[in-house]
C-alpha cells in the first residue's frame, strides 16, 4: 500500500514534531516536508506535490492566504487547517478558499490519523463542535458583499487594528488582548495582506478612514 504524502505546516516546532511523528508511526503516512511560515509551506508543496497538506492559521504568512495561493496555483493537495481557532469566519474562510478540513489542535492523535486519512479519500473533515456554526452560516441569508477589505477581518483582526490605528505598538495591544506579542505579529502579517497595505502606518490609516468613529 503506498503511503499517504503529508505536508505539515507550523511555527511551533513542538508541536509540529508531535504532529508529523503521530502521523508517521502510524504507518500510513510519509512526511515529505516541514515549513514553519506561509511561502515555505507553498514552495514545499509545489515542489512536493504532496497527497495532503496540513495548515496553521496564524503561521508567519498566514494560512489561510496560503490556502488561496495554493489553490490557485493548481493542481493543489487536499487541504486542511490545523489550528486553535474557533472563529466563524475563519472557519468559513477556510472552507471557502477551497479546505476540505478544518481541525483544531486539541484533536488526539489516533483521531487525526484517521481524519488526515479521510482527507486523502477526498472526504471532509470540520471539528464537531464547530460543525453547526457552519451549517447555521451556510443556511442564513447570504450577506452583501463587503465594501472595503475592512470588512474582510475577522473580530480578532479588527480588535488588534483598531488598537493599531490608536498608535499603540505590538507589545501594547498583546497587553490588552492578553496575547503574546509574537501572535500579534503574525495577526499584523495577515491584516497587511487582506487591506494591501505596505506597512502598519498604511493600515492604520485605512482603519481611521473606513471607522471614522475612531478618529481623534
Known amino acids: 500500500m503506498d503511503l499517504i504524502r503529508i505536508v505539515v505546516a507550523d511555527d511551533h516546532p513542538l508541536y509540529r514534531e508531535g504532529v508529523t511523528r503521530s502521523l508517521a508511526e502510524s504507518g500510513r503516512f510519509s512526511i515529505v516536508g516541514e515549513a514553519a511560515s506561509g511561502p515555505e509551506a507553498e514552495a514545499l508543496i509545489a515542489r512536493e506535490r504532496p497527497d495532503v497538506a496540513l495548515l496553521d492559521i ?20 487536499k487541504i486542511a487547517m490545523l489550528t486553535v481557532s474557533e472563529e466563524d469566519s475563519d472557519v468559513m474562510q477556510a472552507l471557502k478558499a477551497g479546505a476540505l478540513g478544518y481541525i483544531l489542535k486539541g484533536v488526539g492523535a489516533r483521531e487525526l490519523v484517521g481524519i488526515v486519512a479521510d482527507l486523502a479519500e477526498g472526504r471532509t473533515y470540520v471539528a464537531p463542535s464547530l460543525a453547526m456554526k457552519v451549517l447555521a452560516a451556510m443556511n442564513a441569508p447570504r450577506a452583501p458583499k463587503a465594501a472595503t477589505p475592512l470588512d474582510d477581518l475577522t473580530k480578532r483582526e479588527e480588535d488588534i487594528l483598531r488598537r493599531v490605528a490608536e498608535g499603540k505598538s505590538n507589545k501594547e495591544v498583546a497587553r490588552e488582548l492578553d496575547l503574546q506579542e509574537k501572535t500579534v505579529k503574525h495577526y499584523m502579517t495577515a491584516i497587511l495582506q487582506k487591506l494591501h497595505a505596505r506597512n502598519r502606518t498604511e493600515a492604520a490609516l485605512i482603519a481611521r478612514e473606513g471607522w471614522p468613529e475612531r478618529k481623534s
Open 58 to 77: 496564524s503561521m508567519p504568512g498566514g494560512g489561510i492566504e496560503t490556502l488561496r495561493r495554493v489553490m490557485a496555483a493548481g493542481q493543489p493537495p
